[in-house]
């Protein structure tokens, strides 16, 4: 694990991050840029405070991993990596050109730190959980963390990978479902209702937490609560908002495609202040 940061420390790193991930959005034309906002909060806290990797041990069989499912969320990884020195900013400035090792969903090895490539969405989980398998079968304590859409949960592979996670009793195992209720064309509750959700992941033999997923001391005291259970893997549902931190693209469908022109950019830093 990092050297522990404060909540208002992280709160900071959340702010930075989120500037950075607007400015990158409105430079480049980038789409996806309230499916990255709403994870924020969340990446920083582990790359803070949970994940035992750096750039350093980024290739040790004993680091924990994390993984994007949700791909397309992939500025705010390549971010929060390049906040964390993974890699140098002069790389983060190249994202989406022609030739530039980051690309608009995550791809493994591009850079340091990204262990999986997730476009198609529901395959995270099961990546995951195969990495969680070896590690029990070799006696290695790494952890592995993924990050699941709400709307990625429409797949079934997420609920394969579901049932084999508490067959296999993967405690090793945590997943973050990102639940702003916003996918690629409306709410989820309109395109294919997940209600009632908590209760679904139950069901399958999971432990399961619902936290703020933006309340920074919500998340300190969950993702120090892990394994919830002995024996079962654990899901934290994280209610968020698509957009968290810019009013106008806040619960709004519009910001799966759209990027800043110069006057909302201007708003947007003005907000986070």
């Known amino acids: ?39 924020v909060d969340i990446l920083a806290y582990i790359y803070s405070n949970i994940l035992n990797i750096s750039v ?10 994390l993984i994007l499912s949700k791909g397309h969320g992939c500025l705010a990884l390549y971010t929060v990596l390049e906040y964390f020195k993974f890699f140098s900013s002069s790389i983060l400035d190249t994202y989406s050109d022609n030739g530039s090792p980051l690309m608009g969903h995550a791809t493994k090895d591009c850079v340091p730190g990204v262990e999986a490539s997730a476009g198609s969405l529901g395959h995270g989980l099961a990546l995951s959980c195969g990495i ?13 963390y ?54 679904k992941f139950e069901a399958f033999g999971w432990a399961v937490r619902e936290i703020d997923g933006h309340n920074l001391n919500e998340i300190d005291e969950t993702f ?9 893997p654990s899901l934290i549902l994280a209610h968020t908002l698509k957009g968290k931190g810019v009013s106008y693209m806040e619960d709004n469908i519009d910001w ?5 022109d110069e006057n909302q950019i201007r708003q947007a830093f003005e907000e986070l202040i």
């Open 146 to 199: 993924t990050i699941l859409g709400d709307g990625e949960c429409n797949e079934g592979t997420i609920w394969e990978s579901a049932l084999f996670a508490s067959h296999h009793k993967l405690d090793n195992l945590t997943v973050i479902v990102d639940y702003n209720k916003l996918q690629g064309m409306g709410y989820v509750k309109d395109i294919l209702n997940l209600e009632p959700f908590a209760k």
């Open 56 to 65: 350093s041990t980024v290739s040790s069989p004993d680091r924990d991993r």
């Open 256 to 260: 799966h495609y759209k990027s800043p």
């Open 1 to 39: 694990m990092r050297n522990t940061k404060s909540i208002s420390e992280i709160q900071e790193i959340s702010r930075h991050i989120r500037r950075k991930i607007i400015n990158i959005s409105h430079l480049k034309k980038a789409s996806h840029i309230g499916t990255s906002l709403s994870i």
């Open 132 to 144: 969680a398998l070896a590690g029990k079968h070799d006696k290695r304590q790494y952890k592995v």
């Open 224 to 232: 120090s609560s892990l394994p919830f259970n002995d024996g079962k």
